[in-house]
């Protein structure tokens, strides 16, 4: 079972016409990773979908600004089969419902494409 020790919204991003609201996770027992989900808007069924779920691997020594085109983001597999449970629960946790669907009705403001992630 996955316990979420804190999630915070990032930014909203647009990625091949496509945006999406960032939230960085850290999960209890495993403090020293970050994560990364983003969700996305489905107007056909007027809900949240978590499409995409990878394990920020970058460094701040190394990358001292946000540099999203090298490969520092990587999908996990264990997290990917966990993704109904953490999406219900990163929902649920402080204002990130809020922040997501606020984040999602208003129109992206920078148009860099961050390139880890993939054609969703």
């Known amino acids: 079972m996955l316990k979420i020790?804190?999630?915070a919204y990032v930014q909203t991003i647009r990625n091949h016409d496509r945006q999406y609201a960032e939230v960085k996770v850290v999960l209890e027992g495993m403090e020293h990773e970050e994560y990364l989900a983003y969700f996305k808007y489905n107007a056909d069924h007027n809900t949240l979908e978590l499409p995409f779920l990878t394990k920020n691997e970058s460094s701040f020594e190394i990358d001292w600004f946000e540099n999203s085109l090298h490969q520092a983001y990587q999908p996990e597999g264990w997290l990917e089969q966990a993704r109904s449970e953490l999406y219900?629960?990163?929902?649920?946790?402080?204002d990130i419902r809020s922040r997501v669907e606020a984040a999602l009705s208003s129109p992206v403001v920078e148009a860099e494409q961050p390139a880890h992630l993939p054609i969703l």
């Open 5 to 7: 020790a804190h999630a």
């Open 88 to 94: 219900a629960k990163l929902l649920a946790y402080g």
